[in-house]
């Protein structure tokens, strides 16, 4: 049964640059797509952009300039940087798998809550 | 970018009732619409994709329809465990979308 935990800092202070990891368990990360997804506080989901088996990538344009993602098929992880943080980057982060090819989220992390501050 | 309209913010219900939830796009996308359920402090649940397609596990209680611009989900009869929000997602163009959320909640 595939799982996905995220990892990393609950508090990132403004101008810095947020990190966060997600352990996939059950699948290899070579096999599937894989997003990362946000949701500020009491409000609805935004993706951020994915990442796929190849490491090719697709950012949200509103973010595309602050966001890197990348995988590490060592660790079976995959990894977001968001650089240049404000107070508006606070929220939920979910690591995510895609639903095969398609554009439909499958399986999801518990997600990380982040605090920009 | 597409945006998504779920035009009712709230929808009051009572355990036993028909749910009709809708998902309006600012443009065509064809079929390529999912619905999701989010319950709190959890992350949300695929439940429908490509308009009308269920998830596996999903109950047949939960079916949706639409195709181009208007869609609906529908839940025939709320079971308690269904009261929650509940979000559509375009993957029509990128970026890809998602509406701002209808909560159903018990009447």
């Known amino acids: 049964q595939v799982q996905l935990q995220e990892s990393g800092p609950g508090f990132v202070k403004p101008s810095e640059t947020l990190t966060l990891k997600c352990t996939v368990s059950?699948?290899?990360?070579?096999?599937?797509?894989w997003a990362w997804i946000r949701q500020p506080p009491g409000k609805g989901l935004e993706w951020i952009g994915y990442i796929l088996s190849s490491g090719n990538t697709n950012y949200n344009p509103s973010l595309k300039s602050r966001v890197t993602m990348s995988l590490d098929t060592s660790k079976n992880q995959f990894s977001l940087k968001l650089s240049s943080v404000t107070a508006a980057d606070t929220a939920m982060y979910f690591c995510?798998?895609?639903?095969?090819?398609?554009?439909?989220?499958?399986?999801w992390g518990q997600g990380v809550l982040v605090t920009v501050s | 970018e597409i945006v998504l309209t779920q035009s009712l913010a709230t929808l009051s219900l009572s355990p036993g009732e028909r749910a009709t939830l809708s998902c309006r796009a600012s443009?065509?996308?064809?079929?390529?619409l999912a619905w999701y359920q989010q319950k709190p402090g959890q992350a949300p649940r695929l439940l429908i994709f490509?308009?009308?397609n269920r998830d596996t596990g999903i109950p047949a209680r939960f079916s949706g329809s639409g195709s181009g611009t208007d869609f609906t989900l529908t839940i025939s009869s709320l079971e308690p465990e269904d009261f929650a929000v509940y979000y559509c997602?375009?993957?029509?163009?990128?970026?890809?979308?998602f509406g701002q959320g209808t909560r159903v909640e018990i009447k």
């Open positions: 995510a798998r895609r639903l095969g090819t398609s554009g439909w989220i499958d399986t």
């Open positions: 443009q065509s996308v064809s079929t390529y």
């Open positions: 059950g699948v290899s990360i070579t096999d599937y797509y």
């Open positions: 997602q375009q993957r029509s163009d990128w970026p890809w979308t």
């Open positions: 490509d308009a009308y």
